[in-house]
T-cell receptor, first 112, second 111 residues
């Protein structure tokens, strides 16, 4: 079975500050990992994905994530947050079943 | 390509009514799934399909039915709506072990 935990329900940062959103997964083999973003009232958009290879993955909108097998983590980072980054962020893990499993999401609040 | 489309965007039902949420994709994906999104609960999988004629239950299947007669379409049926089914519903499609493409969602209110 596969599962994913996003420990932070809300994160508040100031515009221009760096960001790290945490994601921990549980899966016995090498997982497929995803980060999605959901703006208010919208559907989900893929930010980045990890399947294999380089453990540092670059995504859209200046986001990156690092797969750390020893820590079962896939944290999302951005060096400088913009007000437009305020949204809900979802981590998902796949590999153990046909459909990925999603975390409960982290709501990002950006202060000016 | 339209991607994944969902209709309607909004719906209000009375308790006990039935309805079908439509989902279609034009990417020839084998896998399709339905999720519901509630505050603080993330996305919970209702039903999914791994190909035409093949469906299976997800985490929260009670009160919902699905069928998959074609690769493109994956409708979700509410048999007898209950207030607990008030939610935002998302349909998604994908290839095996690849990212999912999501529709814009259907916001359902059951009174």
């Amino acid at each position: 079975a596969q599962s994913v935990t996003q420990p932070d329900i809300h994160i508040t940062v100031s515009e221009g500050a760096s960001l790290e959103l945490r994601c921990n997964y549980s899966y016995g083999a090498t997982p497929y990992l995803f980060w999605y973003v959901q703006s208010p009232g919208q559907g989900l958009q893929l930010l980045l994905k990890y399947f294999s290879g380089d453990t540092l993955v670059q995504g859209i909108k200046g986001f990156e994530a690092e797969f750390k097998r020893s820590q079962s983590s896939f944290n999302l980072r951005k060096p400088s947050v913009h007000w437009s980054d305020a949204a809900e962020y979802f981590c998902a893990v796949g590999g153990g079943s046909y459909i990925p499993t999603f975390g409960r999401g982290t709501s990002l609040i950006v202060h000016p | 390509n339209a991607g994944v489309t969902q209709t309607p965007k909004f719906q209000v039902l009375k308790t006990g009514q039935s309805m079908t949420l439509q989902c279609a994709q034009d990417m020839n994906h084998e896998y399709m799934s339905w999720y519901r999104q509630d505050p603080g609960m993330g996305l919970r999988l209702i039903h999914y399909s791994v190909g035409a004629g093949i469906t299976d239950q997800g985490e929260v299947p009670n009160g919902y039915n699905v069928s998959r007669s074609t690769t493109e379409d994956f409708p979700l049926r509410l048999l007898s709506a209950a207030p607990s089914q008030t939610s935002v519903y998302f349909c998604a499609s994908s290839d095996l072990q690849s990212e999912q493409y999501f529709g814009p969602g259907t916001r359902l209110t059951v009174t």
